[in-house]
């Protein structure tokens, strides 16, 4: 069965940092993009920022300076270092898995459960 698990949310202050997890399972993990999405209470749901498979990265710009992603093929898993968090960085983050790509705004073909990250002012 394919399983992506999203952890690491929490409570955290403006200022703070967190580092979420993505663990992949049941997919061949380094020919898949991952990527992150964020979506908050009666909004949209965003994509954050995502890693092909081949390595090269895209920041949204409201998290661009702020957040590093970053891929251990060996543990299949992906990261999201989360830096200098805000209040409107609060959200359910998710995430996905897309096949042979270098971007992942479009068709992802695997998701996974959020996790929350609640940045208090």
């Known amino acids: 069965d394919v399983q992506l698990q999203a952890s690491g949310g929490g409570l955290v202050q403006a200022g703070g940092s967190l580092r979420l997890s993505c663990a992949a399972s049941?997919?061949?993990?380094?020919?898949?993009?991952i990527g992150w999405f964020r979506q908050a209470p009666g909004k949209e749901r965003e994509e954050v920022s995502c890693?092909?498979?081949?390595?090269?990265?895209y920041y949204g710009n409201s998290v661009k300076d702020r957040f590093i992603i970053s891929s251990d093929n060996a543990k299949n898993t992906v990261y999201l270092q989360m830096n200098s968090l805000k209040p409107e960085d609060t959200a359910v983050y998710y995430c996905?898995?897309?096949?042979?790509?270098?971007?992942?705004?479009?068709?992802?073909?695997?998701w996974g459960k959020g996790t929350l990250v609640t940045v208090s002012s």
């Open positions: 890693i092909s498979n081949s390595g090269s990265t």
């Open positions: 049941g997919f061949i993990f380094d020919r898949y993009a």
């Open positions: 996905a898995a897309g096949y042979w790509r270098s971007e992942c705004s479009y068709g992802m073909d695997y």
